[in-house]
């Protein structure tokens, strides 16, 4: 299920960088994001963690701000 899920969020963040200046390229960057954050929990890597936590957070400031 984590190997799922990190393809899964791979996949989004491939595709977000295309469409990020729409509303649907940052919510892809924030489900990928999210989605690679379970591998990151999953393996122990605290810093890949904290970057993607506040990517997520950078995201949705750029969603709303």
């Known amino acids: ?3 799922l899920c990190a ?3 791979a996949a989004c ?3 977000a960088p295309f469409i ?3 509303a649907v390229g940052k ?3 924030i ?3 999210a989605m ?3 591998q990151a ?3 122990r890597s605290h810093n890949l963690i904290m970057l993607n936590v506040l990517g997520i957070g950078g995201y949705l400031y750029a969603l709303y701000f």
Do not use: P, S
């Open 7 to 9: 393809w899964l969020g």
């Open 20 to 22: 990020i200046d729409t």
């Open 41 to 43: 929990v999953a393996t």
């Open 31 to 33: 489900a990928g994001l």
């Open 1 to 3: 299920m984590i190997a």
């Open 13 to 15: 963040m491939v595709v």
């Open 36 to 38: 690679l954050t379970v």
């Open 27 to 29: 919510w892809l960057a």
